[in-house]
């Protein structure tokens, strides 16, 4: 139904910032609760937070790692959701993905549609 894709990554040096898209085409991102997750090699798949889709609480979850460093918005008009990456550390390095499901939860691990993922890459 929705169709997601990710941009925005690429190679940044310790102490940068950088701003990942997820464009929504075949459906709106306000319809959905957004997350971003991301994976390191030899690592588990890990969420880093999300935005929900409406009403009640919370609005936006991020985990301890990347608190007051990362931020999760959505602009309905551009049908894209982004992750404001702030302060970046070497062990932010990894794929980044976008998805999209239809529950208001967002920590949950069973999303309903995913992006192709792009590759934040953070030297120290």
């Known amino acids: 139904q929705v169709q997601l894709v990710e941009s925005g990554g690429g190679l940044v040096q310790s102490g940068d910032s950088l701003r990942l898209s997820c464009a929504a085409s075949?459906?709106?991102?306000?319809?959905?609760?957004m997350g971003w997750f991301r994976q390191a090699p030899g690592k588990q798949r890990e969420r880093v937070g999300g935005?929900?889709?409406?009403?009640?609480?919370?609005?936006?979850t991020y985990t301890d790692s990347v608190k007051g460093r990362f931020a999760i918005s959505r602009d309905n008009a551009k049908n894209t959701v982004y992750l404001q990456m702030n302060s970046l550390k070497p062990e932010d390095t990894a794929i980044y993905y976008c998805a999209a499901r239809t529950g208001r939860d967002i920590n949950r691990d069973d999303y309903d549609y995913w992006g192709q993922g792009t590759q934040v890459t953070v030297s120290s």
């Open positions: 075949g459906g709106t991102v306000a319809s959905y609760t």
């Open positions: 935005v929900r889709r409406s009403g009640g609480f919370p609005y936006t």
